[in-house]
């Protein structure tokens, strides 16, 4: 399963991209705007840490200046992947996107029906909100679970990109279900190394290794 920041901040994608284990970046105008930066410079800047894909959201809502502003996207580097929300106008612009080899991630996705228009519409990513689902009482890993059999069953290409996800069980949960990739803040990523059976472990070995008053270097 490939791991995504859902951030602008360039400090975390810094920090995540030196581990190695950072395959891509999705932002949206909201963290845009708590980034407090300008859209095309901090994308850019995202774009030359990461090499995976960047999602990068358009704000238009009509077709027509959707394919304006992801003309101006698209040029700000060959990682960038438009996103688009799913919506009658969202998705005319993906299928001419995808239809001249441009990426594009699909977002604000809330039922099967939803996901299946994406994928007929060519999709990259899809990106169904779980938390917002859970937020309203509802438990949004049924949402994948959901997606995933409809995608199996024909062979769709469109990659299911979990959203919205708030803590390390929606992690786990989506790895179980065979989501392609996951998007999270960064310190939902940074705790999915925590086991306090790790850390008593290491404890243990150091505290025994210092007993035989020996070292490596
Ligand atoms: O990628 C979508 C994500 O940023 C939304 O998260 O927690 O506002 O539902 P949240």
Redesign the pocket.
């Known amino acids: 399963m490939k791991f995504f920041a859902?951030t602008a901040e360039i400090a975390d994608i810094k920090d995540l991209a030196a581990t190695g284990l950072l395959d891509g970046v999705?932002t949206?105008p909201?963290?845009i705007a708590k980034s407090g930066r300008n859209f095309m410079e901090v994308t850019k800047e995202i774009c030359d840490i990461v090499d995976g894909p960047v999602s990068a959201e358009v704000v238009a809502l009509d077709h027509e200046t959707m394919m304006k502003e992801a003309e101006v996207l698209r040029k700000i580097a060959d990682n960038v992947c438009i996103k688009v929300p799913l919506t009658i106008d969202g998705l005319k612009t993906c299928k001419a996107l995808t239809s001249d080899g441009t990426m594009v991630n699909v977002?604000l996705c809330f039922s099967g029906n939803q996901a299946l228009l994406a994928a007929k519409a060519g999709a990259t990513f899809v990106?169904p909100?779980v938390?917002?689902h859970d937020d309203n009482g509802v438990d949004g890993m049924d949402l994948i679970r959901d997606i995933r059999l409809i995608y199996d069953n024909y062979a769709f290409e469109t990659e299911i990109l979990v959203?919205?996800v708030?803590h390390v069980t929606h992690v786990l949960e989506s790895a179980r279900i065979g989501a392609d990739v996951m998007?999270a803040p960064p310190a939902v990523i940074k705790n999915l190394v925590k086991h306090v059976l790790t850390d008593k472990g290491i404890e243990g070995f150091m505290a025994d290794w210092a007993k035989t008053g020996q070292s490596i270097i």
């Open positions: 859902d999705t949206n909201s963290l977002t990106s909100f938390g917002r959203a919205s708030r998007t």
